[in-house]
C-alpha cells in the first residue's frame, strides 16, 4: 500500500523573510517606474562647474609655475656649485702639488710623514696648536698646508650644499608632476562638461564668450588715468599689443599666456624682472589696497589666495589672461574678488 506523507509546510520565519523580500522588489520596481529620470544640467548650470573648474584649474597653474620657477632656480644653483666644486678640486690639486714633490707624492700613496699627516688632518684645527711639529716645516709648508685644509673644507661644504640641493630637486619635480596632474584633470573634467552640452548650446557658450572678449583692433575707454612710472606704461603698453592672444596654461608668450605670464613677461619688455607667480608678483611692490589710487600699469592681485593677477588699464578696467578657453582681454575690476594694487 503506497505510503502517502503530508507535504512539508514552510516555517513561518521563512514565509516572512521571502514575503517581505517580494514586497520589497515589488515596492522598488514601483518606484523605479514612477521616478522621474535624472534631470540634465542646463546650460548655465553646465557654465558655472566649468567656471569654478577653470578658477580652480588656475590655481593648479600658480602652484605648477611656483615649481617650473623653483625648478630652474634649483638646476642653476646645483650647475654652480658643481662648477665650483670641479675648479676647486683643480685649485686643491695644485695646492697639494705646491709642498714639494715629495711630499705630494707621499700624499698620494698614503704614505705621508707624521707631521704632514697632522697638518692634511680631518680637524683643521689642530694643526696650528702642535708648535713642535709646525718647527719641523718649513713657513712655505705650513703656509701651503693652511690653503689645503682651507680648500677641503671649503669642498665639502660645496659638496654638501649641492646634495641638499638634488634633494630638494627630486622634490621639486615630484611637485611639479603633481600639479600639472591637477591642471590636467579640472581640465578634463571641464571638457567633460562641455561635451554634454547640445551643438546649439556651445554655440551659445562661445559666442557669449566671443562678445567678452575683446580683440586687439577693439576700442575701450580707459578714461584718463596716468601711469604709475614710465616703467609702468612701458609694460602695461607691452601687454597691450598682446591683446587677443590665447590663454594656456603655464605659457608666457608670446603665442600664449597664463595670467601671471601676462603680466611677468610685460614687466620685462620694460625692463624689470618680476617673480613668475601672481603669489609672488603681490609681494614684489607697494600694495595699494584702494581702487581709486590704482594707477595704469599697477598690478592687480584678486581672490583671497591671490592666484590671479592682470594689469591696471583705467577707468575701472584690467587687462589680463583670464583663463582656458578666453583671449587676452579689457575686463571689469569688479568681476573678480578684488584684493589689492602692487605698484612696481
Known sequence: MASHRRPKQPSRTRVTVLTTAAAAAVAFSANAANAAPSEKPSKDEVKAKVDKLYEEAEQATEKLNGAEEKQEKLQKEISTIQDNVARGQADLNELRDSIGLAAAAQYRTGSIDSSLQLFLSS????????????????????????????????????????????????STRTELAKQKKAVQAKLASAQKLLNSLT??????????????????????????????????????????????????????????????????????????????????????????????????????????????????????????????????????????????????
Open 123 to 170: 680637524n683643521p684645527d689642530d694643526y696650528l696648536d702642535k708648535a713642535s711639529t709646525a718647527d719641523q716645516l718649513s713657513s712655505q709648508q705650513v703656509e701651503a698646508l693652511k690653503k689645503i685644509q682651507d680648500k677641503q673644507r671649503e669642498l665639502a661644504q660645496d659638496r654638501s650644499e649641492a646634495s641638499e640641493k638634488l634633494e630638494d630637486l627630486a
Open 199 to 344: 551643438a546649439a548650446e556651445k554655440a551659445a557658450l562661445a559666442a557669449a564668450d566671443a562678445r567678452a572678449s575683446r580683440s586687439a583692433s577693439e576700442r575701450v575707454d580707459l578714461g584718463d588715468a596716468t601711469a604709475a612710472s614710465s616703467r609702468a606704461a612701458a609694460a602695461f603698453s607691452a601687454a597691450q599689443s598682446q591683446l587677443g592672444k590665447p590663454y594656456v596654461y603655464g605659457a608666457t608668450g608670446t603665442a600664449s599666456y597664463d595670467c601671471s605670464g601676462l603680466t611677468s613677461w610685460s614687466y620685462a619688455q620694460a625692463g624689470v624682472s618680476i617673480p613668475r607667480t601672481s603669489q609672488a608678483q603681490a609681494s614684489a611692490g607697494t600694495r595699494i589696497y584702494s581702487q581709486s589710487d590704482l594707477k595704469v600699469g599697477d598690478l592687480v592681485i584678486f581672490y583671497s589666495d591671490q592666484h590671479h593677477v592682470g594689469l591696471y588699464a583705467g577707468n575701472g578696467q584690467v587687462l589680463h589672461a583670464p583663463r582656458t578657453g578666453t583671449v587676452v582681454r579689457y575686463e571689469s575690476i569688479n568681476n573678480m574678488p578684488f584684493q589689492f594694487g602692487v605698484r612696481i
